[in-house]
Structure formats: C-alpha cells, structure tokens
C-alpha cells in the first residue's frame, strides 16, 4: 500500500500493466515457428528486470517466461481437444488457440478453464465453411471470424473429421464434468412396462453418443489416452462408421463402443417411448440387421443399465386437451 493509502503505488501498477500486455500479446507466427518478439517489450519493463552475473539480458528473460506461458496455454488447449488437435495438426491448431486466447484471456487460476468458448467457435466456423461449400451467400463476417475458418481450411482436414473430433472431445469433457448418478435396478415389473406404450427411459445427464469415420476415439483428454510425441501419424478411415457412447461411471469417465444398430436404438430412445422407438430401428432394419437386432437385444439392455446410461423411467408427458380453452400447446 502507499503511504496514503490509496492502493498501489503508481510505478507498480504500470508494472503490473505493462508485464500483463507483454504475456497476453501473441507469439508471432510469421517465420514458422511460434515466438516471440522482444522488440516489442515496453522499454521500461525491459528496464526493471535485473540481471545478476552472468545471466541473461533482461529481455531475454521476459522472452524465456513469454514463451513459456504462452506453450503451457496451446498445452492446455490441446489437452482439452486431443482428437481436434490431431485432426487439423498441431500448428494449425494452435493458430486456433492464438485466436481464442487472444479474445477470451485466461482469467482463472485453472488452466482447463481457457477451453472455454472454443469449441463454440470452432463449431460455428464450421458452419460457416459448409454455407461457403455450398454456394450460400453469407453476410460479411468479421474479420476474426473470417480467420477461423481460413485456419480451418489451410489445415486440410476433412470437415467432417473436425466435427467428429470436436464432438467427441467435447462429449468427454461434458461427461468428465457430469456427476455420476448411480445405476438404475428395474424390476422385472419395470423391464416389462418397457413395452408400454407410453414408457420412455430417462438417460444419465453424463451421456453423449457419438460417430466415428476417422480413428480418433483412441486420443483422450484423459489419462492413459494415447497421446504421440513427436510427428504423428496419419489417422486412418475406418471401413465403415463407429459408435461409441461417452458417460460417467462410479470409476470415473467411460468410453464404449457400441453397435450400430443399438446407438440406432439409443438414438430413437431420446424422442420416443422405448417400444416405438424399437418398432422404428427394426423396421429400418435389412434382414441379417433385424436378427441381429432381436439377438443382441437383451445384451444391450444389460450394458445400458450397468453402465449408468439410463437412470430410470421418465414421467409420461401430460397429452393436451382436446377441449382445452386454454389455446394451442395445453401440455
């Protein structure tokens, strides 16, 4: 405090501004590599620094802490979107971050806090590039707009593959986030009702379901995620598309890959009563896909209930009255 009281001394919060200006500043891109430009320093910060013997320039030391931080901030970004990062390449990825920290600074202790809002971003440029592919005029966008979906097309990744990526990066942290709701031990009576018309399962707020066209399951935010170093390979096409559930358990975050026709089945199960949306699958059904169906059934019922995914029947929704006075949309 100063001698009057009045907060910090005026020398100190200059301090304070100019070192927070030079870590918040970007490193520059423009000679392939990420770095930063000592050149740019505030003079007078370069001044405070005090070097002992020996050691080095002030600058130097400034630039050693900037580059440091801002490599711990594109580490933590790239912890949080693994499958993203591998999808479009770490260096057009961290272009991505640059842009996303550049407006939204990290304001949290937490380093897992500055993912926030990029998956919004990346999602809406992705819009954007389908609109473009096909042929839709856009309004003029904002030039920071603009720069994520070029970064987006320079990296060549296919748009699909980022969307997948995306989404599942994200549905590993939502259910990272979720709490685990235990697991739900229907009685016979229950599993029975199931064919009621009116009985519709409650799903675990932890569970996402996702497609897979590209290998990217495998790369996880989570310990024991398979996570390269050095160059990394290419990511493979698989043959046909996969299915994988994400959720929370009592140990912890689950993935599991589930068959097609069932993530079908789940699918149905969020917009329709169990017994409907079962009549739906198996009527979209071949003939070696509806025996399938009716052989793995009751295996996949089991793996739901063990796994968390639902945790119970939800209420029937009220039906509206056909008399109502009450205008349209009684329920």
């Known amino acids: 405090m100063s001698p009057g009281g009045g907060g910090p001394p005026r020398w100190l919060r200059e301090l304070q501004r100019d070192f927070t200006a030079v870590l918040r500043a970007p490193l520059d891109a423009s000679t392939g590599v990420f770095r930063e430009r000592q050149e740019r320093y505030p003079a007078r910060l370069v001044a405070e620094l005090r070097s002992g013997p020996g050691g080095p320039v002030p600058a130097e030391r400034l630039a050693l802490y900037h580059r440091q931080y801002w490599m711990r901030l594109f580490t933590a970004l790239q912890t949080s979107f693994p499958r993203v990062s591998r999808a479009m390449g770490y260096w057009h990825f961290n272009h991505l971050a640059a842009l996303h920290l550049a407006a939204r600074p990290p304001r949290h202790f937490d380093l897992d806090e500055v993912a926030r809002g990029f998956a919004a971003r990346l999602d809406q440029a992705l819009q954007r590039l389908d609109e473009a592919r096909r042929g839709r005029e856009r309004p003029a966008r904002e030039h920071e707009e603009d720069e994520w979906s070029r970064r987006v097309e320079l990296s060549r990744a296919p748009l699909d593959m980022v969307r997948q990526a995306l989404h599942m990066d ?84 689950t993935k599991t890959s589930v068959d097609p026709l069932f993530a079908r089945l789940l699918e149905r199960c969020r917009e329709l009563p169990f017994g409907e949306a079962l009549a739906a699958v198996e009527r979209g059904c071949t003939a070696p896909e509806a025996a399938r169906l009716r052989a793995g059934l009751q295996g996949w019922i089991a793996l739901a209930l063990a796994s968390g995914w639902w945790t119970g029947l939800a209420e029937a929704e009220p039906r509206a009255q056909e008399d109502s006075n009450d205008g349209p949309g009684g329920a």
């Open 170 to 253: 994200e549905a590993e942290r939502h259910a990272f986030e979720s709490p685990f709701e235990g697991l739900w031990r229907p009685t016979p009576e229950e599993l029975a009702g199931l064919a009621q018309p009116e009985a519709r399962l409650r799903f675990a707020v932890s569970c996402t379901l996702t497609y897979e066209d590209w290998d990217l399951a495998r790369f996880s935010r989570l310990a024991g995620g398979d996570l390269d170093e050095g160059a990394p390979e290419a990511i493979r096409r698989h043959p046909s598309t996969r299915t994988w559930v994400f959720a929370r358990s009592a140990a912890g975050t």
